[in-house]
């Protein structure tokens, strides 16, 4: 008997079409710099090229690709620059969000916060640091979608779509991951107090340490 849950649709063709770019991106297969050619992709993904096309606009706004007339789409090249602005965007975002989430009070948050933290925590010890990544993303945004402001969680959305790529650099190596868990349990323990102030220096220090050892993958 199939375990697909009824309640479940497929997605649309288009969402398909995105969500996997999206992932092969994420996951190093569509590697910077390299070509997308439509009709390849289309092939790949047994679909037509129009949602290929929708699919590779979308991706462009996010940052993901870039198009050059004559020549097509890229898979954006990582650029420390381009890291800095969007971890500067993040820092004051997010905290905007911690501050907001944690002056609402509900202990549900805690309990998330615990359970996207292990999650973490399972996928790295299983080595499969794609669901690793996407607990770590669902650790973040319980903090960002406890705060009630969807205006500021769809632009924080947008920023961390834009640099899944960079992630994927920081999480191969194996430092990097453990360092992760580290303070992700700093950053639950401060919540648990209520002390705004140390989630918000914490969750800085956090991404502070992301970007200097992206910073010294990517200087030439």
């Given at each position: 008997m199939?375990?697909?849950?009824?309640?479940?649709?497929?997605?649309?063709?288009?969402?398909?079409?995105?969500?996997?770019?999206?992932?092969?991106?994420?996951?190093?297969?569509?590697?910077?710099?390299?070509?997308?050619?439509?009709?390849?992709?289309?092939?790949?993904?047994?679909?037509?090229?129009?949602?290929?096309?929708?699919?590779?606009?979308?991706?462009?706004?996010?940052?993901?690709?870039?198009?050059?007339?004559?020549?097509?789409?890229?898979?954006t090249?990582?650029?420390?620059?381009?890291?800095l602005?969007?971890?500067?965007?993040?820092q004051?975002?997010?905290?905007?969000?911690?501050?907001?989430?944690?002056?609402?009070?509900?202990?549900?948050?805690?309990?998330?916060?615990?359970?996207?933290?292990?999650?973490?925590?399972?996928?790295?010890?299983?080595?499969?640091?794609?669901?690793?990544?996407?607990?770590?993303?669902?650790?973040?945004?319980?903090?960002?979608?406890?705060?009630?402001?969807?205006?500021?969680?769809?632009?924080?959305?947008?920023?961390?779509?834009?640099t899944?790529?960079?992630?994927?650099?920081?999480?191969?190596?194996?430092?990097?991951?453990?360092?992760?868990?580290?303070?992700?349990?700093?950053?639950?323990?401060?919540?648990?107090?209520?002390?705004?102030?140390?989630?918000?220096?914490?969750?800085?220090?956090?991404?502070?340490?992301?970007?200097?050892?992206?910073?010294?993958?990517?200087?030439p």
């Amino acid at each position: 008997m199939s375990s697909t849950n009824p309640t479940q649709r497929p997605p649309t063709v288009p969402a398909f079409v995105l969500g996997e770019l999206r992932r092969l991106i994420a996951v190093g297969d569509l590697v910077p710099g390299q070509p997308l050619r439509q009709e390849d992709l289309a092939e790949r993904l047994g679909v037509s090229r129009v949602p290929v096309r929708e699919a590779l606009n979308t991706l462009e706004t996010e940052g993901h690709v870039v198009h050059e007339p004559h020549r097509g789409y890229r898979v954006t090249e990582l650029s420390l620059a381009d890291l800095l602005e969007v971890y500067r965007l993040r820092q004051l975002l997010e905290a905007e969000a911690v501050r907001a989430t944690i002056a609402l009070g509900c202990a549900q948050v805690l309990t998330d916060l615990r359970a996207a933290g292990a999650d973490v925590e399972r996928a790295n010890a299983a080595g499969d640091l794609l669901a690793m990544n996407e607990a770590n993303r669902r650790f973040h945004f319980v903090l960002v979608t406890s705060a009630g402001l969807p205006r500021l969680e769809r632009i924080l959305r947008a920023l961390w779509d834009s640099t899944e790529a960079y992630r994927r650099l920081y999480y191969e190596e194996t430092g990097n991951r453990a360092r992760v868990e580290h303070e992700h349990a700093g950053i639950i323990e401060a919540f648990a107090a209520g002390d705004t102030e140390l989630v918000i220096r914490l969750l800085d220090e956090h991404r502070g340490h992301a970007t200097t050892a992206l910073g010294a993958l990517l200087q030439p």
